[in-house]
Nanobody
Framework: EVQLVESGGGLVQAGGSLRLSCAAS????????IGWFRQAPGKEREGLSC????????YYADSAKGRFTISSDNAKNTVYLHMNSLKPEDTAVYYC????????????????????WGRGTQVTVSS
C-alpha cells in the first residue's frame, strides 16, 4: 500500500522556521519525484518544490525560492521541506506527493501531475 505521511507542522511565529517531513512507503522511492504543495483556505493548491530522488535534482516555485529548501534522506525514504523566515501568508495545509517512475520536468509543480498524496500537515504562522 502506498503511503505518504507528513509531519512537522504546527504553530510558529512570523520569522520562525519549521521542518516538514514526508515519510514514504509502498513504492520504489528511488524511482520517484516527491513534491511539496500547500493549500490555504479558499485558495488553489500551490506547488512549492520538488526533488527527484533518482538524481537529487530540485525545483522551486518563485514563492519558495530563497526561504524553503527541499532535501531527502534516501535511507529513510523521507523528504524534508525546510522553511525559514515564515510569514503569516505561509499559513496553509502542506502536502507531499509522489510521481513516477516517469514524469515531465515542466509539470513537476502541477498538482495534477502527481500519482499519490499524503493527508497533509497544518502550518500556522502568527503575526
Amino acid at each position: 500500500e502506498v503511503q505518504l505521511v507528513e509531519s512537522g507542522g504546527g504553530l510558529v511565529q512570523a520569522g520562525g522556521s519549521l521542518r516538514l517531513s514526508c515519510a514514504a512507503s509502498g513504492f520504489a522511492f528511488d524511482r520517484y519525484a516527491i513534491g511539496w504543495f500547500r493549500q490555504a483556505p479558499g485558495k488553489e493548491r500551490e506547488g512549492l518544490s520538488c526533488i527527484s530522488i533518482r538524481d537529487g535534482s530540485t525545483y522551486y516555485a518563485d514563492s519558495a525560492k530563497g526561504r524553503f529548501t527541499i532535501s531527502s534522506d534516501n535511507a529513510k525514504n523521507t523528504v524534508y521541506l525546510h522553511m525559514n523566515s515564515l510569514k503569516p501568508e505561509d499559513t496553509a495545509v502542506y502536502y507531499c506527493a509522489a510521481v513516477g517512475p516517469v514524469w515531465y520536468k515542466a509539470a513537476l509543480l502541477r498538482s495534477d501531475h502527481y500519482d499519490y498524496w499524503g493527508r497533509g500537515t497544518q502550518v500556522t504562522v502568527s503575526s
